[in-house]
């Protein structure tokens, strides 16, 4: 979706380092959500956001945090207490009761 | 958390044929959604069909949704090669996208 950037494409980092993956977009939604994907499954939830300057915890917040300084922006991090951070990570973004519009993911690879 | 559960989990069908895919969950819901997600690339929103609907139609595609049953099904019609992908099925309990996803239907069409 040419609306929603997330960047890198591709990420690798070494055990126990934080990393931060970005979410950029400008189609003006007020919510934005970052979920995480694992091989041949669904995606699960980490945090939304509804507002700037608020978020919420989804269902596998656990090692990861995030911030909501801007409209346009909703970065994560993937902190060295998730013990298993290899995925990938889709940001979205949404209205009330409309569907979500996805990036194109950041697959992240911690060896 | 999840809830969405597809059925069947593969299917492999010839051009041309049509492909049925069944979602089924289990508390009630504001929405329903179908996404379609092809390899290595986020998901794109299909269709939207509210708890109030029985039917949705869009191009090709056509979705039902049973609330007595918590079930819905999408159905591809004249399925193209490029219909090849993984579909989802998420239910939104509260309207604020706060999504609930299935496993994902892995569907394969043979020119």
């Known amino acids: 979706d040419g609306g929603i950037t997330q960047s890198p494409k591709y990420l690798f980092r070494k055990e126990g380092q934080n990393v931060t993956l970005s979410c950029e977009q400008n189609l003006n939604h007020d919510a934005m959500y970052w979920y995480r994907q694992d091989p041949g499954q669904g995606l699960r939830l980490i945090y939304y956001?509804?507002?700037?300057?608020?978020?919420q915890k989804g269902d596998i917040a656990e090692g990861y945090s995030v911030s909501r300084e801007k409209k346009e922006s909703f970065p994560l991090t993937v902190t060295s207490a998730q013990k298993n951070p290899t995925a990938f990570y889709l940001c979205?973004?949404?209205?009330?009761?409309?569907?979500?519009?996805f990036g194109n993911g950041t697959r992240l690879t911690v060896t | 958390s999840q809830q969405g559960e597809e059925d069947p989990q593969a299917l492999s069908i010839q051009e041309g044929e049509n492909a049925t895919m069944n979602c089924s969950y289990k508390t009630s819901i504001n929405n329903l959604q179908w996404y379609r997600q092809n390899s290595g690339r986020g998901l794109v929103h299909l269709i939207l069909?509210?708890?109030?609907?029985r039917e949705k139609h869009s191009g090709r595609l056509r979705v039902t949704l049973d609330t007595s049953k918590k079930s819905s099904s999408l159905l591809i019609t004249a399925s193209r090669a490029a219909d090849t992908a993984s579909y989802f099925c998420a239910t939104d309990a509260g309207g604020n996208n706060r999504l609930a996803f299935g496993k994902g239907n892995q569907v394969v069409v043979i020119p």
């Open positions: 956001s509804q507002i700037v300057n608020d978020f």
């Open positions: 069909i509210r708890s109030n609907e």
């Open positions: 979205a973004v949404g209205s009330y009761n409309s569907p979500l519009h």
